[in-house]
Every structure is written in C-alpha cells, then in structure tokens.
T-cell receptor, first 111, second 113 residues
Framework: GEDVEQSLFLSVREGDSSVINCTYT??????LYWYKQEPGAGLQLLTY?????DMKQDQRLTVLLNKKDKHLSLRIADTQTGDSAIYFC???????????FGKGTTLSVSS | NAGVTQTPKFRVLKTGQSMTLLCAQD?????MYWYRQDPGMGLRLIHY???????AKGEVPDGYNVSRLKKQNFLLGLESAAPSQTSVYFC????????????FGPGTRLTVT
C-alpha cells in the first residue's frame, strides 16, 4: 500500500543547514512534494520533483531524490527562525490524483 | 486572486447537528479536494472532484457528503456530526496538468462536542 514516512522532529540553530528526510513505498509515484505549514495556517507548496529527477534546487532549498531507495530529502540552507514550521512530504501518481502525505516533521530553529 | 478560500474558519457543533463547509477557488481549476488533518495523522483525503457535477470518494469518506454544482465551489457536508469528526478540514484545488500542484485553503477548525 501507499505509505509516506517522516521523522517527527528536527531542531537546528539559526544559520545551520536543515535536512528533513522522507521515505515512500509506492514506486509508481510520479511527483514528490514538500509542503510547509505554519501554526494555524494552511499548507504552502514549497517545491516538487519529478520521479525521473535526482535533484532540484530552488534558492535555499535543495531536494534530493534517491528513487532506488525511495528516499526524498529537503535541505534548507542558512536556516532562519522564520523557517520554523511543520514540513510535509507528499507523493502523487500523476495529474489530478490525490496527494498521500506523511505525518509531518516539526522543524524548530533556535537563535 | 484570492486563491482558495474556506468558510467558516471555526465552528463548534453538537453531536447530531449538521453543517456545510464551503470551499471556493478563483483559479479556474478543474480538480478540487477535501482533506482532514488530525494530530499525528497527516492529511487524509475525504472526497474529491475532477470537474463540475462529478465527485468521488477518497480514503476516509464515511460520514461526509460533497457537491460540486459550480466549477469554482466544492461543498463538504456533515449530515449528523460525531465527535470523531473533530478535525481541521482543508480544501485544495489543482489543474489536471504536469506537476499536479495542489493549492490549499487556510482550513476550517471544527469541534464536535
């Protein structure tokens, strides 16, 4: 079945890099996503990657995909206190299909 | 563009009461979705719609009904609320396009006592 797993918590110091990891089980996933949720708010799409890509970089964000191990990671460079939030990994099978979410990783950034 | 909006933002119901949550999007998206978010559970799909007049069940549809009479609106109904339906409800929308990027509303926090 479909399952997306994430570690629950990550704590870093301001200015350090953060790496949030995710594993998924469905090898037919076409797209993999990272969403950010701040307290009391909805989900904000940060970035996504096609399953035929290994890496995608977008300003401070770097997504790495190891399709063989079904492992996805999100690296945030120069982490700021404003990056404190819950980060969700999600997968989908293609256009118009539902997203399957992990349970979220709470990132805490201390100054 | 307002994007995806949801009303109401908060609601408290008593067991057995009914209510309708409204989702509206102004991006001309074909697809719309209702998810619920529970502590430690991530988001789970309740129902979705691939176009005006069509709806389909998701992972956790029991106790909910939906309607998509207009392309821009997707309604989620609870006919007889139960405490197990206490949750935060999110609506999302997307184009049936490469990337399948879904855009989320701000959520409705529902408490059933």
């Amino acid at each position: 079945g479909e399952d997306v797993e994430q570690s629950l918590f990550l704590s870093v110091r301001e200015g350090d890099s953060s790496v949030i990891n995710c594993t998924y089980t469905d090898s037919s996933s076409t797209y993999l996503y990272w969403y950010k949720q701040e307290p009391g708010a909805g989900l904000q799409l940060l970035t996504y990657i096609f399953s035929n890509m290994d890496m995608k970089q977008d300003q401070r964000l770097t997504v790495l995909l190891n399709k063989k191990d079904k492992h996805l990671s999100l690296r945030i460079a120069d982490t700021q206190t404003g990056d404190s939030a819950i980060y969700f990994c999600a997968e989908s099978m293609g256009a118009g299909t539902a997203l399957i979410f992990g349970k979220g990783t709470t990132l805490s950034v201390s100054s | 563009n307002a994007g995806v909006t949801q009303t109401p933002k908060f609601r408290v119901l008593k067991t057995g009461q009914s209510m309708t949550l409204l989702c509206a999007q102004d991006m001309n998206h074909e697809y719309m979705y209702w998810y619920r978010q529970d502590p430690g559970m991530g988001l789970r799909l309740i129902h979705y719609s691939v176009g005006e007049g069509t709806t389909a069940k998701g992972e956790v549809p029991d106790g909910y009904n939906v309607s998509r009479l207009k392309k821009q609106n997707f309604l989620l109904g609870l006919e007889s609320a139960a405490p197990s339906q206490t949750s935060v409800y999110f609506c999302a929308s997307s184009f049936p396009a490469v990337g399948n990027e879904q855009y989320f509303g701000p959520g409705t926090r529902l408490t059933v006592t």
